[in-house]
Each structure stands twice: as structure tokens, then as C-alpha cells.
Nanobody, 120 residues
Framework: QVQLVESGGGSVRAGGSMRLSCAAS????????MAWFRQAPGKDRETVAS???????NYASSVKGRFTISLDNAKNTLHLQMNTLTPEDTAMYYC??????????????WGQGTQVTVSS
């Protein structure tokens, strides 16, 4: 049973930083991709950042240069370092994974989400 458990959300003032973590358990494979998504009230879900087992990363244009996705393989934990946060970053953030693909990921496993609120 694969489980993804996010942590690290909360409230911060604009310009601040926050680090999200996603602990993965239940499956260990050499081919995978993982990602952070977010969804704000009334808006579509968007992909924030992704990473695969080859170390290839992708970022949404809105967060490029401010957010960094990383994976601690030893701890099976995905991180998202978010700097220079703005109120537009306020959303529920979700961790997702596809264990079996490095590309064209289906993200069939999801965490429960963690709320990030940025005040002006």
C-alpha cells in the first residue's frame, strides 16, 4: 500500500519561505516520477514542479527561480523549497507519484494535501 504524506504547510508573510515535505512509503522502485501540484479555491489544479529518477526537473513558469524540488532518496522524501512567496502561491499543495515511469507520468498516487497561505 503506497502512502504519500505531506507536511510543512502553514501561514507565512509575503516574501517569506516555506519547505514542504512528502514522505513516501509502501513501494520502492528505481523508475519513478514525483511532483507537487497545487489548487487554489476556484482555480484549476496546476503542476508546480516535478522530478524523476534521472534527476530531471520541471517547474511551472510562475514558480521558476523561486521554488526548488528535490528528492532525498535515502529517506524516500520529496521536498519543495519555496522562497519569495506571494499571496498568489496560496493554495492546497499535493504530492503525487507514479512508480513505474520516468516520463509521461500518470500520477496515480496522491497525498492528502497541505495548505499554504501567504498573506500580504
Amino acid at each position: 500500500q503506497v502512502q504519500l504524506v505531506e507536511s510543512g504547510g502553514g501561514s507565512v508573510r509575503a516574501g517569506g519561505s516555506m519547505r514542504l515535505s512528502c514522505a513516501a512509503s509502501g513501494r520502492t522502485v528505481s523508475t519513478y516520477c514525483m511532483a507537487w501540484f497545487r489548487q487554489a479555491p476556484g482555480k484549476d489544479r496546476e503542476t508546480v514542479a516535478s522530478i524523476n529518477n534521472e534527476g530531471s526537473t520541471n517547474y511551472a513558469s510562475s514558480v521558476k527561480g523561486r521554488f526548488t524540488i528535490s528528492l532525498d532518496n535515502a529517506k524516500n522524501t520529496l521536498h519543495l523549497q519555496m522562497n519569495t512567496l506571494t499571496p498568489e502561491d496560496t493554495a492546497m499543495y499535493y504530492c503525487a507519484a507514479d512508480f513505474g515511469r520516468s516520463y509521461a507520468c500518470l500520477y496515480n498516487y496522491w497525498g492528502q494535501g497541505t495548505q499554504v497561505t501567504v498573506s500580504s
